[in-house]
């Protein structure tokens, strides 16, 4: 099982759609997916349309995080959520209370590195939606990670973030010695525009020294919008479509970045 954190302090950049898409792109090659929604706006659980369930906080992983005795972890893990051929841990408001509490539990970086741990069934790949801040939930969420994607819009205000976003996970090897970058996902854009084709190039000149940058996701708003209001994958509310064959071009440089068969 390997364990990738999509994560960006900035929001706006399309992390959680990349999140679901990528992640429906490696369950329709086959592989066995769980989705992990940590940001308590829920906006992953939105965009797979699971909301719709009448979750409360018993689906999240609220109760595993706060438990106290590591050994009990497995018990206090809800039933994931099936959805669109994913596996879904879901969020609500209610995980906020996590950001809090965690303060002042033992261990509290590595409560969601547990609980991976203890998962009851085997996957191939955990793809954690971290919220959009440096909080405890976000610490929890690349401590879990074996590395990270972050997706970058290709606008010059992302690309001025991007030394914050570094440092940040430059420290918390401190905590985890071996957590680093997988790759960078260039998100939102648009080839018509100079100024997108610049900061791409941009971006590629300054990422390719720390990790990989993947092809990137044009920005297609009625599909992605679409696609989040429907609650589906952009693979199944418009398959075919240019935003549908981005993220399969995604997903196979990245595969074959990390030598596993596209």
Do not use: C
């Not at 959680?16 to 929604?37: K, N």
């Amino acid at each position: 099982m390997t364990t990738y954190t999509f994560f960006n302090h900035a929001g706006g950049v399309g992390k959680t759609s990349a999140t679901r898409d990528f992640g429906y792109e490696l369950a329709s090659r086959g592989h066995r997916v769980l989705l992990v929604d940590f940001d308590p706006q829920g906006n992953l659980t939105s965009f797979l349309g699971a909301d719709k369930w009448g979750l409360n906080q018993d689906a999240t992983l609220l109760a595993a995080l706060l438990e106290d005795d590591p050994n009990a972890v497995q018990s206090r893990l809800p039933a994931t959520v099936e959805v669109h051929g994913l596996s879904l841990y879901p969020a609500t408001i209610d995980l906020a209370i996590a950001e809090a509490q965690l303060l002042a539990k033992i261990g509290r970086e590595r409560r969601l590195s547990n609980i991976l741990n203890h998962l009851p069934q085997a996957y191939d790949y955990v793809l954690i939606d971290s919220p959009p801040s440096l909080g405890t939930l976000t610490v929890n969420a690349l401590v879990a990670a074996d590395s990270v994607i972050t997706p970058v819009a290709t606008r010059f205000k992302a690309v001025d973030g991007l030394p914050g976003l570094t440092r940040m996970v430059n420290e918390l090897q401190w905590v985890k010695p071996s957590l680093g970058f997988a790759a960078f996902l260039p998100t939102m854009y648009d080839q018509r525009n100079r100024h997108d084709s610049d900061v791409l190039e941009m971006i590629r000149e300054q990422l390719a020294p720390l990790a990989p940058v993947l092809p990137p996701v044009r920005y297609r708003a009625a599909d992605h919008n679409d696609a989040s209001m429907s609650g589906q994958p952009v693979q199944v509310y418009k398959p075919g479509s240019e935003a549908a064959r981005d993220m399969a071009q995604v997903v196979t440089a990245f595969l074959e970045l990390q030598g596993q068969p596209a």
